[in-house]
Structures are given as structure tokens and as C-alpha cells.
């Protein structure tokens, strides 16, 4: 594990009371490429996703990746002594990151208004189900509602069965991205141009997704279509899809562009195609799709997984093999590029995460401690603040900390 302290973010302090995937992924990100994270938990209980599996015995093994780079400080911030607390951190905190329903922490006293009297120049980022206005501000989100709400469910899955959501958590993990890549956009306008206010940078879970269906917007606009669910891509190349390999195994090819189709009609010997008027542009071949796949499938199902990726590489054509994580634990590309390293644990030893991405040539990120136990950074966070041990053991005895 690197206990560098470099990062382009390095010196960014970021207070992050956020819970579960979304917001606190995004505060993930940020401490991964140098910023001081400080994660504020219910004494007691903590974020949530210390309960959530994949479990090995009592251990959540989601934690270790997820809160990574992070302090853990127990603070009940809805008690008096607990909010002049907060108040303090917030005065030397350059971002606060939460996911509250909108109006709880202004109910609470704690509404940017009031946080910007101790710090005008506080970034905050909030993070929730359906944003900060509109009819559905108040209604409870979690990514798989929200992942159907966005549009994205509806066009998953095969027209003769239920439409399918994610097996995992991907729209929370999308938000995170835009929650990280948002604060940092309003560091740099502060910062840049010498402004002596932050501001609110704000977001629904739903609209992380469907910031990227600008096909599907501008097809119903333009030609009234309701785009049915569909296993793979749909409506966009052909060919494309999920083909099986004499072995039994299985890989994803796509050809988005018609360069990419001529280097795969080589690799087949099927030059032929290329003047055929029926294939030769995308266009057609969508209009004969059925008939470009069987092609495909065919030539494909008559060589092993090798060595067609073998043969489709030499001639430069995207195509993958469908790795399992077993495969990707193997596989070294992901070795190479470091995509998974190991971190210490308190109890299991050593436990296995994602690395750091992106991967910045002069100022590289890091994994400079392991996720927290709950409150373990109480002491040395408080005693910053001014207060000594006789403070901490009353705050505990209130159940402030």
C-alpha cells in the first residue's frame, strides 16, 4: 500500500456525510487522487454500507474499495454540541458531499445558508434520488428505482420477458463519477478565477443516466419511436452482439463504423461483401442484419474463442472475450495496468480492491491507508479542533461521538 501523499487533489480537504454507494463513490474518487477525506458516521451505527454483502463471515467486503483514502469521525451533527462541531470542520473543509432527502439538513439548522456563514467558499455537492426541486424532490430514490425511472430499464432485457435492471449497482457508481467530476469543476471555477463564494453543485441519481440517452431523446423527438428492451446493442451497427465460439465459449464484437466492417470481411475472406450492395454500408446492413448475422455467427461458431480473438486482432477489429472475474484476476492487461491491488485489512489480512484510475504521469493517486473502522479517526480529528480527552470521553458519554 503507498503511503505517498501525491494526487492532483492533493491538499483539497472534502467532508463527506454521505451514505451507501452514490455520493460517498464520488468522495471516494477524490481521495484516490490525494484529497483529505474526512467520512462523518452515526456513532454507533455508521454509513450503511457496512451492512451490505458481499459478506465473508461478519466482514462487509464491499467497505474495503469503497471507503478507501477516507477518516472515520463519529458525530451525531442533529445534537447542539454535535452541529458546533460540524460547524468547525466545515470551516476548514473546502467540500462537503452529502445525499440526504432534500430539506433534511436544512431542517436540521446545517442548509448551505448557514454553512456558508463559517465558510463562504464551501463547494457543497448533493446528491439525491430526483435532485433539489421538481414534483418528485421529496420522494425516496435508491439506484434501481432510479435506474428504471431514467429510462434505462425500459430498453434492458427481451421483448418476450420482464425488463431487466442491473445486477448491480451501476447507476449509483455512474452518479459518483459526475459527483466527483462536479466538485472538482467547482473547485476550479472558485479557484480560478478568485471567487470568494462557492456554491451548490446538485444532481438526481436518474439524471446521471439519462445524460447519456441522447439517441434515445432525439429518435422519439424526431420520430415518435418507443424503443423496445433489446439483450445488446440495438438500432446502432451491425453487426454487433454476443457470438458463440466453437469452444463453447462466448465474445462481444461490434462494428460501429464501416472501416471496422472492411477489416472484418477481410479477416473472414468475405471481400466479397464489400461490394455487395446489401452490406457495404451501415445503413444496409442494419436493413439485412438478419442475414449479416447468420453470416457472422456462422464464421465466428467455427473457431475457438482463441483463436478468433487471435485472427480479429491481427486485423484490428474490437472484439472481446466475455471475462469472468476469475478470467480478469488472470488476465495481464489487469495485471499490467494495476487494476487490482491489495490493501491491508484490520481483520482478514489483506483484502483485494479496484485501483486507482485515471493514471496521471506526474501527479499519480494513490491508496495511501485502507478503508476505516467506525470512528477510528475520533481522536486525532478532534484533538485538531482543540478538544482533549476529557471532551471526547463527555461527547461519547452524549452520544455525540
Known amino acids: 500500500m503507498s503511503t505517498s501523499n501525491y494526487g492532483p487533489l492533493t491538499n483539497l480537504k472534502v467532508l463527506d456525510i454521505s451514505t451507501m454507494i452514490a455520493a460517498p463513490f464520488g468522495a471516494t474518487l477524490l481521495g484516490d487522487l490525494g484529497a483529505e477525506v474526512v467520512k462523518i458516521e452515526l456513532p454507533g451505527k455508521g454509513d450503511t454500507l457496512r451492512t451490505v454483502g458481499p459478506w465473508k463471515g461478519k466482514e462487509a467486503l464491499r467497505w474495503p474499495g469503497m471507503s478507501r483514502n477516507k477518516k472515520s469521525l463519529t458525530l451525531d451533527i442533529r445534537k447542539e454540541r454535535g452541529r458546533e462541531i460540524f460547524l468547525k470542520l466545515i470551516e476548514q473543509h473546502d467540500v462537503l458531499i452529502e445525499n440526504f432527502r432534500p430539506g433534511t439538513l436544512e431542517k436540521w439548522g446545517l442548509g448551505y445558508e448557514e454553512l456558508k456563514k463559517v465558510n463562504p467558499k464551501l463547494i457543497m455537492t448533493r446528491i439525491s434520488g430526483y ?70 453543485v446538485e444532481m438526481g441519481l436518474y439524471e446521471s443516466m439519462f445524460r447519456m440517452f441522447e439517441f434515445l431523446i432525439a429518435e422519439y423527438d424526431q420520430t415518435g419511436k418507443v424503443r423496445e428492451r433489446s439483450p445488446g446493442l440495438s438500432g446502432h451497427s451491425s453487426p454487433a452482439g454476443t457470438y458463440e465460439t466453437s469452444d463453447g465459449k462466448f465474445v462481444v464484437l461490434v462494428c460501429s463504423t464501416d472501416s471496422t466492417f472492411d477489416r472484418l470481411a477481410k479477416a473472414m475472406d468475405r471481400e466479397d461483401m464489400l461490394d455487395d450492395d446489401r452490406y457495404y454500408t451501415n445503413s444496409q446492413r442494419m436493413k439485412h442484419n438478419d442475414a449479416v448475422q447468420q453470416i457472422v455467427s456462422e464464421w465466428i461458431k467455427s473457431k475457438t474463442q482463441k483463436e478468433l480473438t487471435e485472427r480479429l486482432d491481427a486485423f484490428g477489429v474490437p472484439v472481446s472475450p466475455i471475462l469472468t472475474i476469475e478470467d480478469i484476476f488472470e488476465n495481464p492487461q489487469y495485471k499490467a495496468r494495476e487494476n487490482i491491488v491489495e490493501v491491508e485489512h484490520p481483520r482478514l489480512g489483506t483484502i483485494k480492491v479496484p485501483g486507482i484510475v485515471p493514471k496521471f504521469s506526474k501527479t499519480p493517486g494513490a491508496i495511501r491507508h485502507r478503508a476505516p473502522d467506525l470512528g477510528e479517526h475520533n481522536e486525532e480529528i478532534l484533538s485538531q479542533l482543540g478538544y482533549n480527552n476529557e471532551d471526547m470521553r463527555e461527547f461519547q458519554k452524549e452520544g455525540i461521538i
Open 131 to 200: 435532485g433539489q426541486t421538481g414534483p418528485y424532490k421529496d420522494k425516496a430514490g435508491f439506484g434501481t428505482p432510479s435506474t428504471a425511472f431514467s429510462g434505462h430499464t425500459a430498453i434492458q432485457g427481451y421483448t418476450d420477458r420482464p425488463p431487466v435492471s442491473p445486477s448491480y449497482s451501476l447507476l449509483d457508481y455512474i452518479t459518483g463519477i459526475y459527483a466527483a467530476f462536479a466538485t472538482v469543476s467547482a473547485i476550479y471555477n472558485r479557484d480560478m478565477n478568485n471567487e470568494e463564494e462557492g456554491q451548490i
